[in-house]
Nanobody, 120 residues
Framework: QVQLVESGGGLVQAGGSLGLSCAASGSIFSINRMAWYRQPPGKQRELVAAISRRGSTAYGDSVKGRFTISRDNAKNTVYLQMNSLKPEDTAVYYC??????????????WGQGTQVTVSS
């Protein structure tokens, strides 16, 4: 089993910055894709950013140029640096990973979510 622990959410004013981290632990042999999703109030969950094991990245259109995803493979951790935050960035942010367990099973895992609130 794999556990994801997110940290770094909170309240910030518009124009400010915030960093999120997500650490994976448990019966992990390898982690492939790592990503951040978010779910604004009353809306569907959407992709924010994703990163491959080798570091290739992809971003949602609304965050390009403002958010940066990165990872530390040695620590099984993914990060999201959020700059120039806007009120519309307010959402619960979820970490998501594709992990290969020590039992040789690929599975997709979600974190518990962390609230990010941007005040105007």
């Amino acid at each position: 089993q794999v556990q994801l622990v997110e940290s770094g959410g909170g309240l910030v004013q518009a124009g400010g910055s915030l960093g999120l981290s997500c650490a994976a632990s448990g019966s992990i042999f390898s982690i492939n894709r790592m990503a951040w999703y978010r779910q604004p109030p009353g809306k569907q969950r959407e992709l924010v950013a994703a990163i491959s094991r080798r570091g290739s990245t992809a971003y949602g259109d609304s965050v390009k140029g403002r958010f940066t995803i990165s990872r530390d493979n040695a620590k099984n951790t993914v990060y999201l640096q959020m700059n120039s935050l806007k009120p519309e960035d307010t959402a619960v942010y979820y970490c998501n990973v594709d992990a290969l367990s020590t039992d040789s099973v690929w599975s997709n895992y979600w974190g518990q979510g962390t609230q990010v609130t941007v005040s105007s």
